[in-house]
């Protein structure tokens, strides 16, 4: 079984550039999660989506981070405009909802896009 | 709020030691715990994981006991080896599905 996609894997731009990321995840897999992994800590959700739908937003920076999910398959990731302390590796992970539930499936991580932002 | 609180690291181990990296949380209700691995270069893994208090998640000869009491799921091995260096993430799950991550742990396993 293919494991969740992303692409590219490095990404160097300057402030106030954007940017856009893009995941594919484990085929059958109905939701798809964003995470930003700052240097030296742990992943935080970013947004998480339900087929096309979103779960929960509430720590995505919207004034600058936009996501979408379009045919609830692939999903995009863009920062516009970009910031010296959004340098960090973005983790695409999904999971299905298996037989009890929305969230209470293993989460199946990609290999993550590191972004420099200088 | 959900919290997981790990010990710091780096960790610095010798061949064949044995390994505990301590993990604590603080959640609202009855979470899933779980230990994840990041190896250099790759994406997270999935490493073990428990569903409910005294259950035992374990697999490649790591431990990890889900204590109500104490609030922790210490990860533990009994003999490492150079190809377990890595950064090991604990975290949780609360009832609407979000993991929540500590700040990982990085081991160093010298030969």
């Known amino acids: 079984e293919a494991g969740v996609a992303q692409s590219p894997r490095y990404k160097i731009i300057e402030k106030r550039q954007s940017v856009a990321f893009w995941c594919n995840p484990i085929?059958?897999?109905?939701?798809l999660y964003w995470y930003q992994q700052i240097l030296g800590q742990g992943p935080k959700l970013l947004i998480q989506f339900q087929n096309n739908g979103v779960v929960d937003d509430s720590q995505l920076p919207k004034d600058r981070f936009s996501a979408e999910r379009l045919k609830g398959v692939d999903s995009t990731l863009k920062i516009q405009p970009a910031k010296l302390e959004d340098s960090a590796v973005y983790l695409c992970?999904?999971?299905?909802?298996?037989?009890?539930?929305?969230?209470?499936?293993?989460?199946?991580f990609g290999p993550g896009t590191r972004l420099t932002v200088l | 709020g959900n919290s997981v609180t790990q010990m710091e690291g780096p960790v610095t181990l010798s061949e064949e030691a044995f390994l505990t990296i301590n993990c604590t949380y603080t959640a609202t209700g009855y979470p899933s715990l779980f230990w994840y691995v990041q190896y250099p270069g790759e994406g997270l893994q999935l490493l073990l994981k428990a569903t409910k208090a005294d259950d035992k998640g374990s697999n490649k000869g790591f431990e990890a006991t889900y204590r109500k009491e104490t609030t922790s799921f210490h990860l533990e091995k009994g003999s490492v080896q150079v190809s377990d260096s890595a950064v090991y993430f604990c975290?949780?799950?609360?009832?609407?599905?979000?993991?929540?991550f500590g700040q990982g742990t990085e081991l160093s396993v010298k030969p």
């Open positions: 992970a999904s999971s299905s909802p298996g037989t009890s539930g929305i969230g209470t499936d293993t989460q199946y």
């Open positions: 085929s059958g897999h109905a939701t």
């Open positions: 975290a949780l799950k609360n009832q609407g599905g979000k993991l929540i």
